[in-house]
């Protein structure tokens, strides 16, 4: 436990320094909007960068390596106005692992129908607890939901102040006209994102993040076999979560993140028959619209 504590504390330094916490990759694609000025994409891509980067969005100073990777891919579909836009926004979070230069994903997810409103080279506005764009507010909610994730799988329900100021951006958003902001909407969006994180009830989805990772892979360079007897007991954290709720949006996303990288783990020539065979079954049952790619684990005996 010493280590792991070490470990942290090298990872999240408190500085004399100031330092944002975010290196996220931002892109605004446009080819299906036609007839346009392409340069308010280019200004609203800028915009959207320095927003997520250059803002601090917590107490944590990071030396510039040490800051969190991700990727913004927005996807303007629709010029719906002069400045209303629809489009995708596919938010991806990175999280290193110890002693490698390999990065686990966290989170990958299309946020699909996101509208929002932009004028270019206004400034993007926003304040904790006010809803003053569904641009700025969205970025911010994927902002703290980051974190949260991020914190989650270093230190048991260590996000847990992030996903409470998420909480705080989709309760200012709820008279907002634009959708992704009421649990009525719909049972996969914004709104059930954060709850499920929030709701005691499926703990097992934060187990899973710190056993997974911390447990899991960060110990698996100098002890292969430890570390994923740690990954199968995070997976136990998460059949835990199905058994009780199947079909819980927080739990799909974990297997989107997390389907090709159990493949590899367990696919491992050196697992034993007996223990693919257990994994695969406990994967087809909760994810069973991939069954035929958790069978590909057998296929390595």
């Known amino acids: 436990m010493k280590r792991i504590a070490i470990f942290f504390i090298l990872l999240f330094p408190i500085l004399q320094v100031t ?22 994409f280019e200004t609203l891509q800028n915009a959207m960068y320095e927003f997520i980067n250059n803002r601090k969005w917590s107490n944590y100073n990071l030396k510039t390596e040490e800051r969190i990777e991700g990727t913004i891919l927005l996807t303007v579909n629709e010029r719906l106005g002069s400045d209303e836009f629809r489009g995708n926004l596919n938010v991806v979070l ?3 692992v110890y002693n490698s230069a390999y990065n686990s994903v966290l989170l990958n997810y299309i946020d699909k129908g996101f509208q929002f409103r932009y004028v270019e080279y206004q400034p993007l506005d926003y304040s904790d607890g006010t809803f003053t764009s569904n641009l700025t507010s969205v970025l911010a909610y994927y902002a703290y939901v980051f974190l949260g994730y991020y914190f989650d799988s270093f230190s048991p329900s260590g996000g ?40 005691p ?5 934060r187990d899973f993040s710190y056993n997974y990772h911390r447990l899991g892979l960060d110990q698996m360079y100098e002890k292969v076999d430890a570390g994923r007897n740690s990954v199968t007991e995070s997976l136990n954290d998460i059949q835990k979560v199905y058994i009780a709720r199947p079909g819980l949006f927080s ?19 050196k697992v034993s028959p ?6 695969v079954n406990m994967m087809k049952e ?15 005996k």
């Open 160 to 199: 847990s102040q992030f996903f409470e100021k998420a909480q705080e951006v989709v309760n200012s958003a709820q008279n907002a006209t634009e959708s992704g902001w009421k649990g009525y909407e719909s049972e996969k969006n914004r709104y059930w994102l954060v709850a499920n994180f929030l709701n």
């Open 274 to 279: 007996n223990e693919k065979n257990n994994i």
């Open 19 to 40: 330092g944002q916490e975010f290196n996220c990759v931002v892109s605004v694609t446009s080819q299906k909007v036609e007839g346009t000025d392409k340069r308010v």
């Open 251 to 269: 739990l799909q996303l974990v297997f989107d993140a997390k389907r090709d990288e159990i493949i590899n783990i367990y696919g491992d020539e």
């Open 286 to 300: 909760m994810d069973p619209s991939n069954s035929s790619k958790y069978s590909s684990i057998l296929g390595s």
């Open 201 to 205: 009830a499926y703990s097992g989805l």
């Open 94 to 96: 990175r999280r290193p």
